[in-house]
């Protein structure tokens, strides 16, 4: 898909936020959801969604939005620190197909990184165990300060 086109109402991440389809949440507040990805790069990789936006990618966001999510995703990364004491965290937001963008609903990942683990392949990898991601969710949301 390129940068342009109509939102889908049905991508997974709305269906996830309308609790449609499970995930293992970490949180939420009344504008932003965070959830552990189900194709995890590295233990603890996380995704904050807006759950009101039609955003399709960062070009399409409204500022307020952006903002929202930003704070929610600064607030994830405290927490999986405090959870999972990474040596260094990746923030990153993927904008069309091209760039590596699967799921076309605005969402940025929080990636924990540690120098002796290989960060897993984009959109490619295996699917996590979800009694593990639920059992992370807890732990990274235990520390997420309100």
Do not use: C
């Amino acid at each position: 898909m390129s940068l342009d086109g109509a939102y889908e109402r049905d991508n997974i991440f709305a269906k996830i936020v309308r609790g449609e389809i499970p995930a293992a949440r970490i949180g939420e507040d009344e504008k932003t959801l965070a959830f552990m990805d189900a194709f995890p790069q590295s233990r603890g990789h996380a995704l904050v969604v807006h759950k009101t936006s039609r955003a399709r990618n960062l070009l399409d966001v409204e500022q307020d939005e952006l903002a929202e999510i930003m704070n929610t995703t600064q607030r994830v990364a405290r927490a999986v620190r405090r959870a999972l004491e990474p040596e260094g965290i990746m923030i990153a937001q993927f904008n069309g197909s091209a760039a590596g963008q699967t799921v076309f609903h605005l969402h940025v990942h929080i990636i924990p990184r540690w120098r002796d683990a290989p960060l897993g392949r984009h959109a490619g990898g295996a699917m996590g165990d979800m009694n593990e991601l639920n059992a992370l969710a807890r732990q990274i949301a235990e520390r997420l300060e309100r």
